[in-house]
């Protein structure tokens, strides 16, 4: 059974910092480089931050490229994903979502090469 559950959002002001977190079955998790996207109201879900199930080689967005650190834990099938989010801005209001993919390296950033995707954590950025 696949699950992805995410958590830690919430309503917080710029220049503030936020951890993410999603919890995911061994089936979603194990052996999988898994991605970070988020969608903003009235746009596309948009690619946020990968990292490999190997060697944990992160990649980012351009958009958040040195204020954001993706992170997992493999070990003692904890089987979660992080996404650390400092110096927030308004424009990273979304709702955030973590999802796997078979395509182990390089991970990509399209979505439709991932595979599954939970229900989200929204995050809301106060100016």
């Known amino acids: 059974q696949v699950q992805l559950v995410e958590s830690g959002g919430g309503l917080v002001q710029a220049g503030d910092s936020l951890r993410l977190s999603c919890a995911a079955s061994?089936?979603?998790?194990?052996?999988?480089?898994m991605g970070w996207f988020r969608q903003a109201p009235g746009k596309e879900r948009e690619f946020v931050a990968n990292?490999?199930?190997?060697?944990?080689?992160?990649?980012?967005a351009d958009s958040v490229k040195g204020r954001v650190t993706i992170s997992r834990d493999n070990a003692n099938a904890k089987n979660t994903l992080y996404l650390k989010m400092n110096n927030q801005k308004p424009e990273d209001t979304a709702l955030y979502y973590c999802?796997?993919?078979?395509?182990?390296?390089?991970?990509?950033?399209?979505?439709?090469?991932?595979?599954?995707w939970g229900q989200g954590t929204q995050v809301t950025v106060s100016s």
């Open positions: 061994v089936r979603a998790f194990n052996r999988k480089s």
């Open positions: 990292i490999t199930w190997f060697a944990n080689i992160p990649s980012y």
């Open positions: 999802a796997p993919t078979n395509n182990v390296y390089p991970p990509p950033r399209k979505e439709s090469e991932y595979d599954y």
